[in-house]
């Protein structure tokens, strides 16, 4: 079965410096890797997702991800962060060949301080 | 949360009850899901449909019963035998076909739940 691991409860970051929540993941064969962002009280938003291709991806807002086959990770980034990145940030993977059941990770708290 | 809408936005129920969550969205998805939310520990899902008419048990299911008469409703009910119904809701859809995972998953806006 898939699975993820973000390792880190909470990311504290000042704003105008750079952002990164990390992400490994676990799964049989090819992945395909999502991240979504989750604000309080709120639904899960989309940013990105790797299918297949360039491992650099570009998404939503300024955010971008590298994804690293030796090293299981897709790492989320983004040059310069805004204090309204604040958030919940939830990593998910799913196989290549399934049926679209996603296996997210326990999230990312990110804190811009001003 | 475009497309998809959860009602209601705040739940509460007595121990021994069962509640209905609703879930509709209008983006004419075939896969629908049910997750439900605690803190710390991510999304865990309950139930999934990839077709109207068909469900399958996710990791958490236990307590828990949907259905899938509509393409565009899946509503999930909570019975009396989950033992800790205490959680955020959320129901999500994509344009999943049995076999194609890689489109994104949109979700709905959640439904909180507290048991007094």
């Known amino acids: 079965a898939q699975s993820v691991a973000q390792p880190e409860d909470q990311v504290n970051v000042a704003e105008g410096n750079p952002l990164t929540v990390k992400c490994t993941y676990s799964?049989?064969?090819?992945?395909?890797l999502f991240w979504y962002v989750q604000y309080p009280n709120r639904g899960l938003q989309f940013l990105l997702k790797?299918?297949?291709?360039?491992?650099l991806v570009k998404g939503s807002y300024g955010f971008e991800a590298e994804f690293n086959k030796s090293q299981t990770s897709f790492h989320l980034k983004k040059p310069s962060a805004l204090v309204s990145d604040s958030a919940l940030y939830f990593c998910?993977?799913?196989?290549?060949?399934?049926?679209?059941?996603?296996?997210f990770g326990k999230g990312n708290q990110v804190v811009v301080i001003p | 949360d475009g497309g998809i809408t959860q009602s209601p936005k705040y739940l509460f129920r007595k121990e021994g009850q069962n509640v209905t969550l609703s879930c509709e969205q209008n983006?004419?998805?075939?896969?629908m899901y049910w997750y439900r939310q605690d803190p710390g520990q991510g999304l865990r899902l309950i139930y999934y449909?990839?077709?109207?008419?068909?469900?399958q048990k996710g990791d958490i299911a236990e307590g828990y019963s949907v259905s899938r008469e509509k393409k565009e409703s899946f509503p999930l009910t909570v019975t009396s035998a989950q033992k800790n119904p205490t959680a955020f809701y959320l129901c999500?859809?994509?344009?999943?076909?049995?076999?194609?995972?890689?489109?994104?998953?949109?979700f709905g806006p959640g439904t909180r739940l507290t048991v007094l």
């Open positions: 999500a859809s994509s344009a999943g076909i049995a076999g194609v995972s890689y489109n994104e998953q949109f």
């Open positions: 799964v049989s064969g090819n992945p395909y």
């Open positions: 790797y299918i297949t291709g360039d491992n």
């Open positions: 998910a993977v799913s196989p290549f060949y399934g049926n679209n059941r996603l296996a």
């Open positions: 983006l004419n998805h075939d896969a």
């Open positions: 449909s990839q077709i109207v008419n068909d469900f």
